[in-house]
T-cell receptor
């Protein structure tokens, strides 16, 4: 079973920041937080991951709370092409396979 | 750099037949994982191969099998197909074992299998 809790759906206006929350209250010290997204009819796309510190790349920012029990994925300027299902996953390094939950269906609205 | 390539993209088979799906990982990636995606069950892990050895296996019957070649390319086979095997089969590669040291998975666009 997935170790994360995400809202089933969210809307975001085009051009605004999309903030996708994820709860992982049972996370262990050696578990990473990964974010993927899946656009219809395509394979999941890796977005970003982190262990303790906040991370940023060309796609998004990942904010992890100090106690590591929750995180937020931030898409700074959402576009219509960001409409997808977003998955938040926690996994132990190199030990267990990634388990995908139901994710959050993000709809970016013009 | 080329991404993960899966062939064929679409496949239609009849119950009782067998099928082989192919996956070419990103150059330099040594681990290949397979997932099954259905509307009802979502993404479910099948197995992971690293250095030609199966390292992890999901909760699927023995009809589902796989292998990895010395060049890291992988195939998965499903024998005695059932209607419930209709799904999107996704292959993903990573530099090392899935998630090791934070190494993320990179997915292909899948093979859509329809069993009639």
């Amino acid at each position: 079973d997935a170790k994360t809790t995400q809202p089933p759906s969210m809307d975001c206006a085009e051009g605004r920041a999309a903030n996708l929350p994820c709860n992982h209250s049972t996370i262990s010290g050696n578990e990473y937080v990964y974010w993927y997204r899946q656009i219809h009819s395509q394979g999941p796309q890796y977005i970003i991951h982190g262990l303790k510190n906040n991370e940023t790349n060309e796609m998004a920012s990942l904010i992890i709370t100090e106690d590591r029990k929750s995180s937020t994925l931030i898409l700074p300027h959402a576009t219509l092409r960001d409409t997808a299902v977003y998955y938040c996953i926690v996994a132990v390094s190199g030990n267990t396979p990634l388990v995908f939950g139901k994710g959050t269906r993000l709809s970016v609205i013009a | 750099k080329a991404g993960v390539t899966q062939t064929p993209r679409y496949l239609i088979k009849t119950r009782g037949q067998q099928v082989t799906l192919s996956c070419s990982p990103i150059s330099g990636h040594r681990s290949v994982s397979w997932y099954q995606q259905t509307p009802g069950q979502g993404l479910q892990f099948l197995f992971e191969y690293f250095s030609e050895t199966q390292r992890n296996k999901g909760n699927f019957p023995g009809r589902f099998s796989g292998r990895q070649f010395s060049n890291s390319r992988s195939e998965m086979n499903v024998s005695t197909l059932e209607l419930g095997d209709s799904a999107l089969y996704l292959c993903a590669s990573s530099l090392t074992l899935q998630g090791f040291g934070g190494s993320p998975l990179h997915f292909g666009n899948g093979t859509r299998l329809t069993v009639t």
